[in-house]
Structure formats: C-alpha cells, structure tokens
C-alpha cells in the first residue's frame, strides 16, 4: 500500500480509539446519495462506512457519484485492508487533485491502514533507519541515516554506495521496474536485509541489518559556518515533524546555539523531510519568523462547505479527548469555520532573521510545505533543490472498526491567502525564489561543497547562485537523468515512507 500520508491529520493532543457502529446502520446524512444497506457482512459494512464518511467530509466530496454507482462493495482483495486501500484510491480518482502521474489509479494523499501511522508519529521507529536514493542510474547511495538506528549501530554514513542488496548486484534504477521494486521491498518492507557498501575512500564492507525500533532524533545535524564580512551562517537538517514531546527539544538547543553563535543567516535543510506534526511546523516557524510577526497570522484552516456550514452527522461517531479538560468530545462538535481555525505567530528566541534558505526536494512534502508557505508573506523565502511533492490539503483520521482513514478534509492557506500548491513548490519559478539544481547525496550533510548548501554559501558570497569554476561535484555537470527524473526516482523509492502533516491538538469546539 501506498503511504504517503501528505496531508494535516487531525487527531486530539490524546488519542483516543472510541469506535463507533457503521454509519450505515444509524445515518442520516443527506449526501450520502442514498442506498446504503443496513445489512451485510462486517468488511460491507466497513465499505459502506469508508464511502459515507467520504460523501461528508472528503474536500472534494461533491466528486463523488452517488452509492449507487459507485457501489462501494464491489472492492475486493486478498485481505481486507488491500479491499479497502482500493476503494479509497477509486473515490480519489473522482477528482484531479489526487492524481498522480507516477501512481495512475493510487491516490496520491489518501490511505487507510491499521494504525501503524499513529504509532510512527510519536517519534519511535521500527525500521533499519536510513533512506536511499539514485544519484545516477547505477549509482545507489544513502541519503540519511537516523543516530541510534540499526544502520548507525552498522556503521553505516550519507554518502555511502549501495553496491549489492541481500547478494543482488542488479539493483540500477530501472524507472519503477523489477530492480527498482527489489530495492524498495528490500529496505522498505523486510525485517532484515544485507548491504554491501562503498565508503568514500573505496573500501568496501557487507552488513546485516535487522529492523529495530529506536528513537528518532529529527535534527540530524546543525553547525555554523563563518563567511566574509562577519556573517555567520547556520545551518540544521531536520528531517520529520516528530512530535512536540520529541521534537521540541533537539529545536531549542540547535536554535540556542545559533544565537549563542550570533547566525545572521538560516539554512533549513527538509530535502527529506515528509512531515509529520503541524504543531512541531508552528514551532520551527515560531524560531525563524521576525519578531515584526509576532502575533500576525500564521495559516489558516479551510474545510468543505458540509463542515463549514455545521451539517455533518456522521462525524458524531468519531470521539477525541480534550487535551486541556480530558474530556471526550465528538467531531460533530467542532467548530469548522475558518475564524476557528486560524493560527497565529508567537516569536520565540532571539533569532531576528529576514531571510531563510530552504533546501527542499520531492522529497519535501506536507508540514515541510506549510512550514515554508506560512512564513512566504513575513519574509525573504529562497529555495534551493527540486520540486516539492505538493500537498496543500489535509485530514483528519476517522475511525472505522479497527482501520484510521486519512483522507483531505480542508486545505491550508497562509496569511497572504497562498496556497493551492498542488505541483509543487519548484525553486527559481515564479513566487519560489531560488534555484533548481540535483540532490548531492556524495558528501556529507554540512560539507560546503555538497551541491545545495554550496549554492546557498555562494549567494551569501557573492549575491547570486551562479557557479564558476571550479566547479563542485554534480554542478553543471552532465548527468544521465535530468533533474526531474532524479526526482521521480528519489519518491520511486519512498513509495512506502510516511508524509504527512499531522493537527495534535484538541479541537475548537462549536459554542
């Protein structure tokens, strides 16, 4: 299944797992488009429900052909869930929005599973705890590798090659095909797997790796770097929107010492990062806005006309517990109204910056996208990299027997009104000040050689991102794939990865 989340998942500063019995059984939704049976086996019923609650507070609802035609029961598999993952992907496909050109016929934000999503976003993993990507066709490398992780431990760095997967030398990039499916299976979706690996000196080591769960620090690094006429650059890869508790914590202290270290200029490094809790974007936007900000609009929410106008029904099936009273509540007593759901700035830290580089890659999606859109109308906003994934829109998860459902519900718009970015965010193109150049996955996070940061070294030097001789690594230089196939093949491999933006606080409810 597909799990790329990309969206704003709702859910109360304490989850709560209330399930509710079928909408079908007690609806009285009027759109719906009628015909739902009251009648039917358990995984009917559960069909029955992932229509409803989608025919209600689905952002594109009205897309939706009535349950007539579209029948939700007819979706089968081999196990449920893969039953249920194909109705989700066919309602997606009523509009152009969830379309995705590498994926035809898979929705591009929507998912179902089976609460796995819920657990990874507390900031525990249980993987091997690095990413992969093509810096050429025959040319695998690692792109990040998580402190504390099964690879750590393994010795494992950025920049090293992929030369042989479980004794698979076949392993080039083969656009989606078999060797490319054998790499995301291998790493993504196996409990143990064997690499062989090439350092940068040319050595050579072969490791196993069994999938193991371990705490993820999301700031995988942060330093300064000193330039011409005293100005001091800092900069800090982080690379998920963990939450608050885990988060927070590795921010203040990298965010101290830059101004411990008087930075007058900001690199944020999310080429990798897909999200995760918008409650942790609010906190990094808090760090890196200008005071003059402070208490302005950071973004708003804006759901469907259904939610907006008070009419939904079934969502009274759906219990949250207040974080602040520990009370439960259900969803039909929210207030949706954008008034209800306007963030505003609140400074933190002495930083007073006026601009900030984002390094950012198709790989950059959801509360990496509203981290950087929020602060778009306060402040000089430079992108360097690729494409971003594109995921303007997000949800709320919905409970149904023992399955979460992610699909968008609202879109989010910053205080400019800016959004609907749902190509993209693609640097040196209108309204995305920048410039467009490959991930460099060959040097080390930091390394002012590496492409991207060096990009950002050279503005601040000589006030454009031209590059003359001599030239650093991947710049200028020609390459079998073209930027954006670069960028294909980097999401190729995370078809399986979490994105998403994720609401972690209680709801406003309706007075």
Known sequence: MKRTILGILMTATLFTACKKSNP?????NNNN????????????????????????????????????????????????????????????????????????????????????????L??????????????????????????????????????????????NTNINYDNGGTNTNFVINAIFSSKNVTLTLLRPDQTSFTTTLAAASYTINPVITYKTINLPNNKVLGYMVFNSFTSDNNADPKLDQAFSYFQSQGVTELVVDLRYNG????????????YLVPSSANNTTMYAYHFNDILANNKETLLA????????????????????????????????????????????????ASASELTINNLRPHMDVQFIGTTTYGKPVGFFDIDINKYQMYIPEFETQNSAGQGGYYS??????????????YDDPTKEFGDTTEVLLHHAV?????????????KVQ????????SIDQSNAAALALESKKFKGMVYDKSFVKKK
């Not at 759906?318 to 969803?331: E, I, P, S, V």
Request: charged share 15%.
């Open 474 to 481: 991947g710049l200028n230089v020609q390459r079998t794939l």
């Open 458 to 470: 050279n503005f601040l030097k000589k006030g454009t991102y031209t590059v003359t001789a001599p």
């Open 424 to 437: 993209g965010m693609t640097p040196g193109a209108a309204g995305y000040p920048g410039v467009k150049d």
């Open 33 to 120: 488009g009628g015909g739902a049976s009251t009648t039917g086996s358990t995984l009917d019923l559960i069909r029955d429900s992932v229509y409803l609650y989608a025919k209600e507070d689905y952002y594109w609802y009205n897309t939706i052909p009535s349950y007539t035609a579209f029948n939700p029961r007819q979706f089968s598999g081999s196990t449920d869930l893969e039953a249920l993952q194909k109705e989700v992907n066919a309602i997606s496909q009523t509009n152009t929005f969830e379309y995705y050109a590498p994926s035809p016929g898979e929705a591009k934000y929507s998912f179902i599973d089976q609460g796995e999503v819920s657990t990874e």
């Open 24 to 28: 079908s059984t007690n609806n009285n």
């Open 122 to 167: 507390g900031g525990t993993n249980g993987d091997f705890g690095f990413g992969v990507l093509y810096n050429e066709i025959n040319d695998l490398r690692v792109k990040y590798v998580y402190p504390g992780s099964p690879a750590d431990v393994a010795g494992i760095k950025r920049g090293y090659q992929i030369t042989a997967i479980n004794n």
């Open 275 to 286: 999200g995760g809790y918008v409650s942790t974007a609010e906190y990094i936007d808090n």
């Open 317 to 364: 099936n759906q219990y949250r517990r207040d974080g602040a009273t520990n009370q439960l509540y259900n969803l039909a007593q929210v207030d949706y109204s954008v008034a209800a759901n306007t963030q505003k700035f609140n400074k933190k830290g002495g930083l007073n910056l006026s601009r900030v580089f984002f390094i950012v890659s198709g790989s950059t």
